[in-house]
Nanobody, 114 residues
Framework: QVQLVESGGGLVQAGGSLRLSCAAS????????MGWYRQAPGKQRELVAS???????NYADSVKGRFTISRPDAKHTVYLQMNGLKSGDTADYYC????????WGQGTRVTVST
């Protein structure tokens, strides 16, 4: 059974940085895409960043230039480097991975204080 485990969330001051990590296990088929989503209180889950086969990345407009997604060696780990954090980035962040279906992690909380 595929499992995604996130880490790296926490409390940070506005302007600070955090690096989220997501490690997948139990893979049968390689993922053709991995990504990060977030859900703030009272809001819908939204895409933050994704990376597809060939290293093609996609970012939400609100994080462009501040966040960077990476997937070293196109393996089963994905990172999200978050710089210049703002209070609006406060949310639960979820890792996702897709091969024949979409898998989700349990989430890691990011809180940005002002």
């Amino acid at each position: 059974q595929v499992q995604l485990v996130e880490s790296g969330g926490g409390l940070v001051q506005a302007g600070g940085s955090l690096r989220l990590s997501c490690a997948a296990s139990g893979i049968i088929f390689s993922f053709n895409a991995m990504g990060w989503y977030r859900q703030a209180p009272g809001k819908q889950r939204e895409l933050v960043a994704s990376i597809r086969s060939g290293g093609i990345t996609n970012y939400a407009d609100s994080v462009k230039g501040r966040f960077t997604i990476s997937r070293p060696d196109a393996k089963h780990t994905v990172y999200l480097q978050m710089n210049g954090l703002k209070s609006g980035d406060t949310a639960d962040y979820y890792c996702s991975a897709q091969n024949t279906r979409v898998y989700w992690g349990q989430g890691t909380r990011v809180t940005v204080s002002t």
